[in-house]
């Protein structure tokens, strides 16, 4: 029963007055800017990381985890009823709640969406408090080989579960890794890569490089394409779903939360491949298939409820290993280092009230968007009807704002802008960003924990093959490798995240 | 030329990370390498700028198989990009010196020129209305120490360094 004193513990800090202000604050401008087309979570997060810094830790993190559940229920609403997603765990959410939205039940897609993803929430949340504290532990005993073996199998996960050529999201691992070595060797103290630039001194921010690749190159994407929006705007009505549709959905529902947790904690699986593979597998397991795609409130429920509890599952590796499953959460770990928190396996034990009670503020952020969004839907739907040359100039501003006070340095706006383009020229190029940005976190920590294990044994590497865990950690990673290249799993494999989109 | 690449964004990303990984690699000769023991602040990014030039090569001759085929890369659209970075650039130099009244106005209406259907009296309304609302906000609400208003004694402090 330590599990219920723990979640007592949590929810005694989640629910403490101010904490639970930040987090309802947090749910609400999550979805305000989520709810605006064209800019996802990572971008929300890094635009609103300054507004948490006048925070005590706990209520930031409350506040910034808040911020990413709103901004992902935004990013349903504006698929639904715009058929444009804010975020690539939402096109398939666009498929058939757009038809819904089409057929005049855009009340009901929105209502079965906020219904199963709080659903998910609230199993998801009991996981993470069930499967985090074991694991932590388990993470106590890992030496510095132990480690990087780990770090590896993480990022080689993360890119044979993304989508999009296996090799060159592994050369995007590769260059983040090397943009995340930028600054000054905790070793030698000697600066790297700064080409001179006492500015460069202290490496590069992950706000730059967050808001850069994932704001400015997704406006000037945007810019380019023009934006063709269907706004479903007649009056949403009927949120609440009647019982032929709750019928119709709590199987659908189940699966999608038994598949989205397990496919969060995986590195790499989060959200979108959640709620593709929980929409693949409704229609294949529903009576009449062709249903999908025409308005199956099936092909809401599934994937909304499996991106949202992939989402929270996603916390699992962050809070235990400290290791980032996706770029989200890559960005939660800069934001708990700027505010003086290592992350890792040593959170459990050394700050309970910060580890459970985010956990518990996960499910307080699930209730408070059902309650919130519910009600106010109408507000969105108002916002959703901005033009979108309005729209940008206006997120433009905040995002300047935004990455200049992350450390009041000039620099850091001329450096988002130089990986606006850089992100605008990956597009170009069908490069994934996302390991980018997963190699950049995890940077320093491999190169750190690469030399402990080499000064350890004495400059043999035969150190990662003959410790157990970190030798266990590399079999998995070569069996995940030759598994994907085999040519039968590789064409299922793309033919999983071509599903219709 | 033209008919050998059978997949010009695998191609020029290929030669993308090739260059991108020479140049870590280049630079990181310079520094100390040390020894597989005792690692210099060289030696990981001199193997990984190998490694990403080694894939990136792959890549590009991978791209030159027919089996591979892919659509060609896009042309840029260099307005959009200007517009919308060249007011990010001036933000970023102009902000300690201007303010933030100045530049923010001057992020709002320059930036909009992006836009094809680019209007000056709405964008002249919200560009004001944004700055207050940032203004509010960011400033007065969250106590950011960012200058509202322009300050011109940077440039005496910058003179005062020179002397």
Redesign the interface.
């Given at each position: 029963m330590e599990l219920l004193a723990n979640l007592q513990l949590g929810f005694g800090v989640a629910l403490a007055g101010t904490n639970i202000l930040y987090c309802f604050i947090g749910v609400l401008l999550g979805t305000l800017i989520g709810v605006l087309p064209g800019i996802g979570p990572v971008a929300t997060i890094a635009m609103l990381l300054p507004a948490t810094f006048v925070l005590p830790p706990v209520s930031a993190l409350i506040m910034l985890a808040g911020i990413y559940y709103g901004a992902s229920y935004g990013g349903s609403t504006t698929a639904i009823l715009v058929n444009l997603p804010g975020e690539v765990s939402s096109v398939v959410t666009c498929l058939d709640g757009h038809q819904m939205a089409k057929q005049g039940h855009a009340g009901k897609a929105l209502g079965v969406a906020a219904l199963s993803s709080f659903f998910a929430g609230t199993v998801s949340t009991l996981l993470v408090a069930a499967f985090a504290p074991p694991l932590a532990e388990l993470a106590l005993k890992f030496g510095p080989a132990d480690y990087f073996s780990l770090m590896v199998l993480g990022l080689l996960a993360a890119v044979v579960l993304a989508h999009g050529s296996l090799i060159k999201a592994v050369a995007m691992i590769i260059l983040g890794l090397l943009v995340g070595l930028i600054g000054t060797d905790v070793n030698s103290g000697v600066a790297r890569y700064n080409f001179g630039l006492p500015e460069l001194i202290d490496g590069v921010g992950i706000g730059p490089i967050a808001m850069g690749v994932f704001g400015f190159g997704e406006i000037i994407r945007n810019l380019e394409h023009g934006q063709k929006r269907e706004v479903t705007t007649s009056r949403v009505t009927g949120l609440l779903p009647n019982w032929q549709d709750i019928k119709q959905s709590t199987w659908p529902t189940i699966r999608g939360t038994m598949l989205g947790s397990f496919l969060g904690i995986l590195p790499g699986g989060g959200p979108i491949l959640g709620s593709f593979s929980a929409y693949t597998l409704e229609k294949k397991l529903a009576k009449d298939p062709s249903r999908f795609g025409k308005g199956a409130i099936e092909g809401v429920a599934a994937p909304e409820s499996a991106n949202n509890a992939a989402a929270q599952t996603s916390f699992i590796p962050l809070l235990t290993l400290g290791i980032p499953s996706n770029p989200v959460m890559a960005l939660m770990i800069g934001a708990m280092i700027i505010h003086g928190i290592q992350p890792g396996p040593q959170i459990m034990t050394a700050k309970p009230d910060l580890f459970w009670g985010m956990i518990a503020s996960m499910w307080v952020g699930n209730f408070l968007l059902v309650v919130l969004n519910l009600p106010l839907i109408g507000m969105w739907v108002k916002l959703l009807t901005l033009e979108y040359r309005f729209l940008y100039p206006a997120i433009l501003l905040f995002c300047c704002i935004g990455v200049y006070s992350i450390n009041n340095a000039w620099m850091d706006v001329l450096l988002a802008a130089g990986f606006g383009f850089i992100g605008y020229l990956f597009g170009k190029l069908d490069c994934e960003a996302a390991p980018l940005l997963l190699g950049f976190v995890l940077g320093p920590m491999m190169e750190e924990n690469l030399r402990r294990a080499m000064l350890l044994s004495r400059g043999d590497p035969m150190v990662f093959v003959t410790r157990p865990i970190s030798a266990t950690l590399l079999v998995i990673s070569v069996i995940l490798l030759v598994i994907v290249l085999m040519p039968a799993i590789r064409s299922k494999r793309e033919e999983a995240f071509v599903e219709d989109a | 030329m033209k008919h050998l690449i059978k997949n010009p964004?695998?191609f020029?990303?290929g030669i993308?990370?090739l260059a991108?990984?020479a140049l870590?690699a280049g630079?990181g000769v310079t520094?100390?390498i040390g020894?597989?023991?005792?690692?210099?602040?060289g030696y990981?990014?001199l193997v990984?700028?190998l490694?990403?030039a080694g894939?990136?090569l792959?890549?590009a001759l991978?791209a030159l198989r027919g089996k591979n085929a892919?659509p060609g890369?896009?042309k840029?659209?260099w307005n959009?990009?200007f517009w919308?970075?060249f007011?990010?650039?001036v933000?970023?130099?102009g902000?300690?010196i201007m303010g933030?009244i100045f530049?923010?106005l001057m992020?709002?209406?320059v930036?909009?020129l992006?836009?094809?259907?680019?209007k000056l009296r709405?964008?002249i309304f919200?560009?004001i209305g944004?700055?207050v609302f940032?203004s509010i906000i960011?400033v007065g609400g969250?106590?950011?120490?960012?200058p509202l208003c322009p300050d011109f004694g940077v440039f005496e402090q910058l003179a005062a360094c020179r002397v």
């Open positions: - | 964004r695998d020029w990303a993308m990370f991108l990984g870590f630079v520094y100390k020894t597989a023991a005792r690692m210099g602040p990981f990014p990984l700028g490694l990403l894939f990136g792959a890549i991978l892919g890369v896009e840029f659209h959009a990009t919308v970075l007011p990010i650039v933000f970023g130099i902000l300690k933030m530049m923010g992020v709002v209406i930036s909009s992006a836009s094809e259907e680019f709405p964008v919200l560009a944004l700055v940032c960011f969250l106590k950011l120490p960012i």
